[in-house]
């Protein structure tokens, strides 16, 4: 990872250090929050963190009905899996899944090619 881009992840982090500012009122604006805050989790090693962000994320996505759900869920879905193999919890990662999609059928391309990669 070059300097450079952790040094601009690290001011975005800098400008969102208060929880509070992750709740808005725009239902559109706090999707992407949740993506943007389980991003920084993961680029910070906060594994765990980044989980816990994408599971309400996905909670609250799940809740609303918006035109950028699928999207959202697929971007919280891909953060997970790749901070569930950070922490080689690859096990877990199947029934994170299928939790989302109700079944692998279901899921959209990445996800699945993710899912595969972290078995091996």
């Known amino acids: 990872m070059c300097q450079n881009c952790i040094k601009m992840a690290a001011v975005e982090?800098?400008?969102n250090q208060n929880e509070n500012?992750?709740?808005?009122?725009?239902?559109?604006?706090?999707?992407?929050v949740y993506v943007t805050k389980a991003t920084e989790c993961l680029l910070f090693k906060h594994f765990k963190q980044c989980?816990?962000?994408?599971?309400?994320g996905i909670a609250f996505a799940k809740a609303h009905?918006?035109?950028?759900?699928?999207?959202?869920?697929?971007?919280?879905?891909?953060?997970?899996?790749?901070?569930?193999?950070e922490l080689n919890s690859w096990q877990e990662v199947l029934p994170f899944v299928q939790?989302?999609?109700r079944s692998i059928e279901c899921c959209p391309y990445k996800v699945i090619q993710l899912w595969k990669c972290t078995k091996h």
Not at 21 to 32: C, D, G, Q, R
Not at 68 to 78: D, F, H, I, S
């Open 13 to 15: 982090l800098d400008k």
């Open 51 to 56: 989980i816990e962000t994408c599971d309400s």
């Open 99 to 101: 939790n989302i999609y």
């Open 21 to 32: 500012e992750f709740i808005s009122e725009n239902k559109e604006e706090t999707l992407e």
């Open 65 to 85: 009905d918006d035109k950028r759900v699928p999207e959202t869920l697929e971007a919280l879905c891909v953060l997970a899996i790749q901070a569930y193999a």
